[in-house]
Every structure is written in C-alpha cells, then in structure tokens.
C-alpha cells in the first residue's frame, strides 16, 4: 500500500511538473467542442445583448471555431481570473481581449494578433486628454489588465504623481466610476471608449491621449502547440476569405486587424 502510494504521489508530481494538463488538439477535435473562457463586460467585443453573449471576438472565435470544425462553449468569468484558469486546464482558451505582453508569455501562448487596439485617456468632457495630465487624477480601471499595470508603473516610477488608481473587477464599473464623478479619468481600450461615447452621447465623454497601442490575442495553455497552429490556421483563412472584414465592419465600420 505505501509502495502504491508513493507510486501514485510521484505520478501526481510528475504531471505537475511537466504540465501535461492541457485537452491535446486530437481530444478537443474529438469532442467537438472547443471551450473559451472571456470576461463578458467589454463592449463591443464580449458583451451580453439580453441574455445572448455576443460581440466581435465572440462571433470571430465562433467563425474561427467553425473552421476548425467546431462549436465553442463559452465560459464568462471576470477577466482577472482568465489566464489563471487557463494555467489550470479549466479551458482550453481565453478570447478576451488580451494584449499580447512578454509577461503574460511567460505563463500561455498566443494566438497570432486578432485585432490592433490600444489604451486610452477618456474623460468627462475631455478634461484630462494627456499622460502628463494624470498628475493629481483619479483613475479607474480594470483588475487584471494592461492598463491597470501601466498605471501603476507610472505612479510608482514617478514619472507621472498620479493621485489613485481605482480597480474595478469589471471595465463597465470603472467606466461608471468616472460618469459618477468618483473618479476623473477611466483608461480603457480606444474601440471600447469609441463605442461608449456613441452610446452615451450625453455623457460628455471623450477620449483623449493613447497610452500605449496594443496586439491583442488568443491565450492558449502553454505549449499546446497543436491547438495553437489549428487556431491560427483557421484565423488566416477568415481574414482572407472576407469573414473578418465583413464582422469588423459589423461591430467597427473598419477593418481592426493588425498592419503591423
Ligand atoms: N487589453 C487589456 C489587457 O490585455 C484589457 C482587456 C480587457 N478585457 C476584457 N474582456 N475586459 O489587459
């Protein structure tokens, strides 16, 4: 008994050690199903109509999937928790508006860019419109993102004395943050600002500066190379084929994809 036992710790550590969690391609190919966790609060790229979860990266993984000769089943959680359940196999891909960083490469892949974004300064009647503004601001953002971590390196490096900065777990409560006055700046993505300003025309928000342009991807579990070349195969194929230009269109009245 204690021989297995010792067998059966050591099998555990070894999986640790390597792993070896991830669904391999042939198992998800085989089940037909795909399963992509996203955040569900950023409009217009996951957002819900109702009770629908639908948005550009939703359709887009949704036409990438049928490339793939698959359904996806969509997980919504908040977007800090993404990329932790991906290292623990609860998924096998977060599509959530993720900037590409060497940081978070560290831990999953990505997919090659499915869109070019960026941060960006939004304000209350546009008072705050650059970086250097920030001095003395208010700020709120999102848990767990890019922005949220160039902010605080900001504050923190003392390049700009910024006075806080407010994380929200959800990028519509900093949003609501900043109409309600508790907070004077809201940084966000820039087609994410474009589209709450359309549809908040009395607001008076208004963009301002970027911060820093993003590339944004697919995570995939780390080293599951098989998924990952499926992924982007079939992301070539619905930029080529008109599918991409006709659901950026949709969502963007342009074509969002990477140039560079
Ligand atoms: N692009 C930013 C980042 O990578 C923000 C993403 C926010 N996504 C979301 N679904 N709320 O951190």
Redesign the pocket.
Known sequence: MKVVRAVLAGVCVALAATGVQARPWADIQKSGTLIAA?????KP??YFEGKKLTGFEIELAEAIAQKMGLKVEWKVLS?DSLLAGLQRDRWDMAV????I?EERAKVVDFSNPHYC?G?VIVSKDGKVQKVAELAGKTVAV?T????LARLNDLKKSGEVDIDSVKNFP??RDARAATLSNRADVWV??KFVAMEAIRLLPQSGLKMGEILFP?H?GAAIGKGNQGLLDAFNKALAEVMADGTYEKLSKKYFDQDIRCTD
Do not use: I, K, V, W
Request: proline share 0%.
């Open positions: 996203t955040g569900g609060d950023l790229f996951n977007f959530s508006s993720h900037g960083t974004g941060a999102q767990g993102t890019t922005y959800l990028d966000t993505d993003e944004m």
